[in-house]
Structures are given as structure tokens and as C-alpha cells.
């Protein structure tokens, strides 16, 4: 028995020292496990920082990406708006090198008139009140060394030094020039008053475009330059169409009191690109409404008629006019006839398409027959149109049809919505 009791003494102080040392053991690896547990609690604080930080960083890259998309955007307008080469011009020495104003040069006719004679190598300045006009038209030229374009609206004086003037400030579109008869009548008068002052203090060549609507609803078919007209002297037509006479007269006046050289168009129907998609007049209309299968709105009868001239061919005998010795009034204008009704079947057969044709009310004194009789413009400047009517309005339409992917066409509430950002 005496020896069995230190053997139990024996396994209890072993018991004892084990427990001891594993209870240590325990508490050191409960210590570790605590650190390391605390040290996982950093990592995950620190994971949780993370995802901030990608939120910045996205949010950075966003904003990175927006201002990138900006600047490209901001480069392809420029590149548009001011070309790295500009179509080749003549070059002239300064004997032959012309410096022209071109009143109205930003608008249908006008821009035709500022390429021709920029190609020719003349220097050309365009004054024009954007009313109906528009930067795009002389797009082409901005920055060229030969080109100016002033914003100013002729109804002011304008001081310049030019040798020529051309003076084709006006709107020319019936709706246009109704809109607002008031200041249609003051860019006719006024506005050649300043441009003949001009000519006269610089002694400078001047040419005004004068209409066939002078000849008003013409009771002499086709018209010739000596026929006085028949002009309702207070229809809504008579802001421009008396406006243009009293721009003639006074063209005649100046001539014969300061002795000056004048030359005067009168423009019959003219169509071609560049025509403004809310132009108004019935090449554009007639094209927009069969390109867009809507109806074809033909305004009365139909029966009255109309000759049209593409423009290359009025631009050319504009010049050839201004170049000439000539100072009577002349008549531009293509002498084949059509009636609206038959132009109408013209635009449907070239465009297309299912549009039908309507007749809608009829326009007040609206004009009945026109044809030019080009005997004089023949005679004296050897002109004659040369371009056919199918071949000029295939440019036309295909020209349109090129704006209508650029820009919502809305004609009831005539204006239309830019596809793309103009500047
Ligand atoms: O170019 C000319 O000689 C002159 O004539 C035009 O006047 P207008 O001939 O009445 O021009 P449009 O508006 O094109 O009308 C031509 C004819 O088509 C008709 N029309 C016009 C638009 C339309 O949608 N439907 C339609 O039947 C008119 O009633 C008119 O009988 C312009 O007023 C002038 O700028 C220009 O000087």
C-alpha cells in the first residue's frame, strides 16, 4: 500500500505539470490566435478601403473618357469648319487680282458667286446678315487669304475699299421676303443706298440683282427688259417687288447723276444646292415633299408657269454682266417654260416615290405666266443657259437628299431640328 501511494502521488504531480504546461500551451496559442485575428481584421479594413478606391479611380477614368470624347468632338468640328486645304484658286497678280464685296454672299446665289470668283483668284469680302443666309454656304472659304466674311446688315452704311460690288442682299423667297415686308423694303432701298454711296465714293463697279418680279403678273409673254410691268403697288408681294424697282431706280439715278458704272440682273426662277431646306419656293418644296413621300402641294391651279434656271448658269451670267459694257438692265433666266402642274409630274418622275399631288388655296397675285425673253443677255453678253432642266434638278435632289440625313425636316412649323452639333 505505502508503495502504491507515491506512485499516485507520482501520476498526480505528472497529471499536474501536463495540465499546467498544456493549459500555458492553450493560453499562448489562444494569444496568437487573438493576434492573428486582429491582424485579419486589419486586412479586411483594408479590403474594405479597396472598392473606394476603385470607385475613384472609375469615376476619375469617366470623367478622363468624357473630357477625351469633348476634345475629339471639338477637333471634327474644327477640321469641318476650316479645312487643312482649300479648294486650288488662279493665281492673279495684282493688276488682274480684283477685291470684291458680295452683299448676300452667305446666301443661295450669293455662296455660288463667292466660289466662282475665290476659284477665279480674286479676293472676295462677303457682307451678309445671316437673316437667310448661312455660314455653311462659305464654309469652304473661312481662313482663306482671299476671304472675309462681315457680319453686317446692309441697312447700315458699310466702309470699306473694294473695286466691284455685287449686291444680292435681300430675302428672295415669297414666304422670306412676307415674313417680314418692313425690313424687305428698307434691304431694298436703304440698303442700295449704301451700297451705291459705296460705289460712288470708291468709284466702283456695281452690279444689283434685281427679279422678274418686276414685271409683276405680266400682261406680255415672255417678258422682255423694255416691258414696264404690272405690279399691284400694295399686294403682299409688293414689298419686294416694288422694292426691287425702287432699287432699280435709284441704281439709274446714281448712274446718271454721279456718272457711275452700273449693271443690273433681273433674275428669272433660279434652283440649285445650297437652296435652304425651308427656302419655301417650289423647287424645294416639290423635291422635300417627294423625297419624303408626303403630298405635293400645288398652290391654285397649277396652270400657271414658271421657267427655271440652275444656278451655274445664272452665276455665269452674272459675271459675264459685271464683265461687260453693258448698263441696261438684262433678264437671266432659262426660256423653257412649264406649267406648276407639269413640274410638279417632273419631281414626282425624277425623285419617286408614292407622293400625291394636291391643289391647295391659291397665292394672292401670284404671278400667272413667266418666261424671260433672253434676246438682250444673248446680244450683248453672248450668255445663254446651257444646263437642262433634268441634269440640274438630279444635283438638286441628290443634294437634298444628302441635307435631309443631316437635319429633321418639320415643314408644318418651318423649322427643322440639326442632327448633328453645329457649332
Ligand atoms: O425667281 C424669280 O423670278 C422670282 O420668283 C420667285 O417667286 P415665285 O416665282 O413666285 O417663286 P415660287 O415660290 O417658287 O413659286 C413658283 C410657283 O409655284 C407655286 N408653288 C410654290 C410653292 C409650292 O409649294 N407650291 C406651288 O404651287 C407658286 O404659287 C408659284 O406659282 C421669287 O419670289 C423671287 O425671288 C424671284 O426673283
Not at 349 to 354: A, D, E, F, K, P
Amino acid at each position: 500500500m505505502t508503495q502504491v501511494i507515491p506512485k499516485v502521488k507520482h501520476i498526480a504531480v505528472f497529471l499536474f505539470v501536463t495540465l499546467t504546461v498544456l493549459f500555458i500551451l492553450l493560453k499562448f496559442l489562444h494569444g496568437i490566435e487573438v493576434n492573428s485575428s486582429d491582424e485579419n481584421k486589419n486586412d479586411a479594413t483594408r479590403d474594405l478601403k479597396f472598392p473606394e478606391d476603385v470607385q475613384h479611380a472609375t469615376i476619375m477614368l469617366n470623367d478622363a473618357y468624357r473630357k477625351i470624347e469633348a476634345l475629339e468632338e471639338k477637333i471634327i468640328s474644327l477640321e469641318g469648319r476650316v479645312p487643312k486645304t482649300y479648294p486650288d484658286v488662279r493665281f492673279l497678280n495684282y493688276l488682274q487680282r480684283k477685291r470684291i464685296l458680295i452683299t448676300g454672299g452667305a446666301g443661295f446665289v450669293g455662296s455660288h458667286l463667292v466660289d466662282k470668283l475665290m476659284l477665279e483668284g480674286h479676293e472676295v469680302i462677303v457682307a451678309d446678315n445671316f437673316y437667310t443666309g448661312r455660314k455653311l454656304n462659305v464654309e469652304q472659304w473661312l481662313g482663306h487669304e482671299n476671304f472675309e466674311l462681315i457680319h453686317h446688315d446692309i441697312v447700315n452704311p458699310l466702309y470699306i475699299e473694294v473695286d466691284e460690288i455685287y449686291h444680292l442682299a435681300s430675302p428672295a423667297s415669297p414666304p422670306h421676303y412676307m415674313h417680314n415686308p418692313v425690313k424687305t423694303i428698307k434691304t431694298n432701298t436703304l440698303g442700295t443706298i449704301n451700297v451705291l454711296g459705296l460705289a460712288r465714293r470708291l468709284n466702283a463697279k456695281v452690279l444689283i440683282a434685281s427679279t422678274s418680279e418686276v414685271y409683276g403678273d405680266p400682261d406680255i409673254h415672255p417678258q422682255p427688259e423694255t416691258y414696264w410691268g404690272h405690279v399691284n403697288p400694295i399686294g403682299p408681294r409688293a414689298c419686294y417687288d416694288e422694292g426691287k424697282r425702287v432699287s432699280e431706280s435709284l441704281t439709274y439715278a446714281y448712274a446718271k447723276q454721279e456718272n457711275m458704272q452700273v449693271r443690273v440682273a433681273r433674275i428669272f426662277n433660279t434652283y440649285g444646292p445650297k437652296m435652304h431646306m425651308n427656302d419655301g419656293r417650289v423647287v424645294s418644296n416639290f423635291i422635300l415633299q417627294a423625297l419624303q413621300e408626303d403630298v405635293i402641294t400645288v398652290y391654285g391651279s397649277g396652270d400657271q408657269t414658271r421657267s427655271f434656271q440652275y444656278i451655274s448658269d445664272l452665276i455665269e451670267g452674272l459675271v459675264m454682266l459685271m464683265n461687260s459694257n453693258y448698263s441696261q438692265p438684262v433678264n437671266l433666266g432659262n426660256p423653257i417654260e412649264h406649267t406648276i402642274n407639269e413640274f410638279a409630274t417632273i419631281i414626282k418622275t425624277l425623285v419617286g416615290g408614292n407622293s400625291k399631288v394636291v391643289h391647295v388655296s391659291e397665292v394672292e397675285d401670284d404671278p400667272q405666266r413667266r418666261r424671260p425673253d433672253i434676246t438682250r443677255a444673248k446680244k450683248y453678253l453672248n450668255w445663254e443657259p446651257k444646263v437642262d432642266l433634268n441634269e440640274g434638278l438630279e444635283k438638286t435632289v441628290e443634294y437634298f437628299r444628302q441635307e435631309l440625313k443631316k437635319f429633321k425636316y418639320t415643314p408644318r412649323n418651318k423649322f427643322f431640328i440639326s442632327n448633328r452639333h453645329h457649332p
